[in-house]
């Protein structure tokens, strides 16, 4: 999620909401830049649609290897239990800090994304699966 004081997004619903949810479940960065971080949240998975034919794909943060190892175990029990396909991708943002998603707030996390799903409609059979 973006935190940052931007004047120009600082009123946007989206700029809003992030820091909503990073006093909800991090913070993300801390007060004092000398001390390291501590979030309130240990995992977050964030769930998206997207209107891009890529079907269900997990996003992961370099570097992560709890999160690199629980997408294994999601690929792994779709692919058993539903014949799913998942793919996973590598998100290269070398620190969470620098990351601008909602999972990056918290100590590990990744998101999923699921399409091709519409944009302004939701369609649980899609996410189900």
């Not at 769930?47 to 999601?74: F, K, R």
């Amino acid at each position: 999620a973006l935190v940052g004081n931007d004047e120009s997004s600082a009123s946007s619903i989206e700029s809003i909401r992030a820091r909503e949810l990073d006093q909800l479940l991090g913070p993300k960065f801390s007060t004092d830049h000398n001390q390291p971080c501590n979030p309130l949240t240990d995992v977050i998975i964030d769930l998206h649609t997207t209107t891009s034919n890529m079907g269900a794909s997990i996003i992961v943060a370099e570097g992560d290897p709890v999160m690199t190892a629980a997408a294994a175990y999601v690929i792994q029990k779709c692919a058993a239990v539903n014949s799913l396909t998942v793919r996973c991708i590598l998100h290269t943002h070398p620190s969470r800090e620098s990351r601008p998603n909602l999972s990056s707030i918290a100590r590990h996390g990744f998101t999923i994304e699921v399409g091709p799903v519409p944009q302004g409609v939701l369609r649980h059979d899609v996410v189900e699966k």
